[in-house]
């Protein structure tokens, strides 16, 4: 019999039954498969009763349904399961077949079994899949790289499948070879983890400092989400917001302040220092979520450490108040721009050290929809890139540069009181500390240069000399003229 399958899908978790019904929606016959087998049959005896998704029991029955050249895309944990289905498949499929990775895979790892399927005959795909249970049902954005061959293959599935935008533009297109559909999803990830602790920082500040109620706070996010604001995540937090408990009060209030992390921002923070990019404010996002999970120590320390009281003057005064609020939403805006930019700068970096084209603008628009990051704001980057596809900075972007400029008074006074009244705000103080390191033509490295050259004769470069030109000084008088080798971040 003449196999039906377009593509099959490993995994049934909650991603992979999504996707695998947005796919039927849009046409695509998928065989599912799962290690846990009995799966399947509950998944086609329920949520895929009525569709014409087809079910397998082994391997070989998968491949067996397949059309040529097969199509086999995983939705598995990340690490050792992924090597193992590869191995599964490799001795069902054929030179010229393909396997997609579709879980968050570390980019390494997708370099590594690019080359390993090559080496088979095989094509291979990493993909970035974001935007969550909803997103898979409805519409993801959807990062793909690995094998440039075998985007031609899967082209018509998944911009068919992905999220729309800009009256029906995709949310997906080839992003580059090896690992970077998976880089630029880790970046993704790490940019996530900024903008949540960003959104955080704010709630904390309007109801430790203004003292604002559950209820309060779901209006200003309302109005937020309504302008340059506009996202997925003040949308989905000003949900939060609202949300009751059973006994009538805020639910957000009962829920334990410990956050979890699956890897993916770490990743970015130490892809960033192999990189030597400053990515300031997505490694704060990450170490706040370490702090928060110290919670034991930080109830034991709330009774011995003291600082000052949180609540903020202006919130007694109406419109002090309501100015606040503004200046609050003004740090918010501008700290989201220094995020982004610092996610641009890594993807830059690595652009030219592993050897990628990567199109920034289009990135912008894979993430304008489908994605946990969508956002309106990212219809001004891709605008910032189509404009200038060399733009070396997103903040030296027109627009994004006097944006920056209307929100910095605000910005400065929310940093500032925060300070003042003792509540934590690293992700915008930091946003704001790059910022003020990046727009100075001189920092006090030269003296971290002459600390380092006096007890290690790690050299230094002068001012009054061409660049790439290294001295060495004998500070005490006692240490001879021989200089360390030099090394450069």
Known sequence: MEPKGDIALIGLAVMGQNLILNMNDHGFTVVAYNRTVEKVDHFLAHEAKGTQVLGAH???????????????????????????????????????????????????????????????????????????????????????????????????????????????????????????????????????????????EAYNILKLGLGLSADEMHDVFAEWNQGDLDSYLVEISRDILAKKDEDGTPLVDKILDTAGQKGTGKWTVINSQDLGIPITLMAEAVYSRCVSALKDERVKAARKLKGPRPAIGAAKKPEAKKAFIEDIKSALYASKIVSYAQGYMLMRSAAKEYGWNLNYGGIALMWRGGCIIRSRFLGKIKEAYDHNPKLTNLMLDDYFRGEIKKAQKGWRHVVATAAKKGIPVPAFSTALAFYDQYRSAVLPANLLQAQRDYFGAHTYERVDKPRGEFFHTNWTGRGGTTSSSTYNV
């Not at 985007?151 to 018509?156: G, I």
């Open 58 to 200: 082994s391997i070989a029955e998968l491949v067996a349904q397949l059309k040529r050249p097969r199509r086999v895309m995983m939705l598995v944990k990340a690490g050792k399961p992924v090597d193992e289905f590869i191995e599964q498949l490799l001795p069902h499929l054929e030179p010229g077949d393909i396997i997609i990775d579709g879980g968050n895979s570390l980019f390494d790892d997708t370099n590594r079994r690019v080359k390993y399927c090559e080496s088979k005959g095989l094509l291979y795909i990493g993909t970035g899949v974001s935007g969550g249970e909803e997103g898979a049902r409805r519409g993801p954005s959807i990062m793909p790289g690995g094998s440039p061959k075998a985007w031609e293959h899967v082209k018509a599935i998944f911009q068919g499948v992905s999220a729309k935008v800009d009256g029906g533009v995709p949310c997906c297109d080839w992003v580059g070879e090896g690992g970077a559909g998976h880089y630029v999803k880790m970046v993704h990830n790490g940019i996530e983890y900024g903008d949540m602790q960003l959104i955080c």
